[in-house]
């Protein structure tokens, strides 16, 4: 049964336009969710977050967006550049436990 | 920056053996996690740590164990390794509901 869903395996975006990762959950108890990046032979990175009072958080080139009652989020990149190639992990928790994760997108930013 | 280090970035053992993996903080987090990372699974949570000496059961810990005996040190034990768990293991801390940062994992085979 999953909790956190990423039913994008890989998505392919030119160069300099936007890229656009979506996850859904299930848990309406989850209350804090974040994304990480990650490159192979290396621990996943954290990039983002936003908690449930909130719909949208920024933080340079990257916007997360949050739609509780489509238990929603998604992560926009833009302008897209070639060192965001990398494998783009959604999580989502309650209080202080271990987070749940999607599997995975990988995103691939093409020249 | 956060540094979480896990003793071994590769290791083979065979199965039977009782298998240590090593996972240190610099950062004063109360929380540890400990995660392995599948193809096509993405990241599911083996056991937690709120504290010195506590440990609580993740998503799967059956055949694993975990010691805490110092806050910054947090070590996953394979009681009795079997070829299923090989595996890339990611170590994570974390202040009380901060995002979890991660080490760069031991990719462990069990032969």
């Known amino acids: 049964d999953q909790q956190v869903k990423q039913n994008s395996p890989s998505l392919s975006v030119q160069e300099g336009r936007i890229s656009i990762l979506n996850c859904d959950y299930t848990?309406?108890?989850?209350?804090?969710f974040l994304w990480y990046k990650k490159y192979p032979a290396e621990g996943p990175t954290f990039l983002i977050s936003?908690?449930?009072?909130?719909d949208k958080n920024e933080d340079g080139r990257f916007t997360v967006f949050l739609n509780k009652s489509a238990k929603h989020l998604s992560l926009h990149i833009v302008p897209s550049q070639p060192g965001d190639s990398a494998v783009y992990f959604c999580?989502?928790?309650?209080?202080?436990?271990?987070?749940?994760f999607g599997k995975g997108t990988h995103l691939i930013i093409q020249p | 920056d956060v540094k979480v280090t896990q003793s071994s970035r590769y290791l083979v053992k065979r199965t039977g053996e009782k298998v240590f993996l090593e996972c240190v903080q610099d950062m004063d987090h109360e929380n540890m996690f400990w995660y392995r990372q599948d193809p096509g699974l993405g990241l599911r949570l083996i056991y937690f740590s709120y504290d010195v000496k506590m440990k609580e059961k993740g998503d799967i810990p059956e055949g694993y164990s975990v010691s805490r005996e110092k806050k910054e040190r947090f070590s996953l034990i394979l009681e009795s390794a079997s070829t299923n768990q090989t595996s890339m293991y990611l170590c994570?801390?974390?202040?009380?509901?901060?995002?979890?940062?991660f080490g760069d994992g031991t990719r462990l085979s069990i032969l």
């Open positions: 848990n309406s108890m989850f209350d804090y």
């Open positions: 999580a989502a928790g309650g209080g202080a436990d271990g987070l749940t």
């Open positions: 994570a801390s974390s202040f009380a509901l901060g995002p979890q940062h």
């Open positions: 936003i908690s449930s009072i909130k």
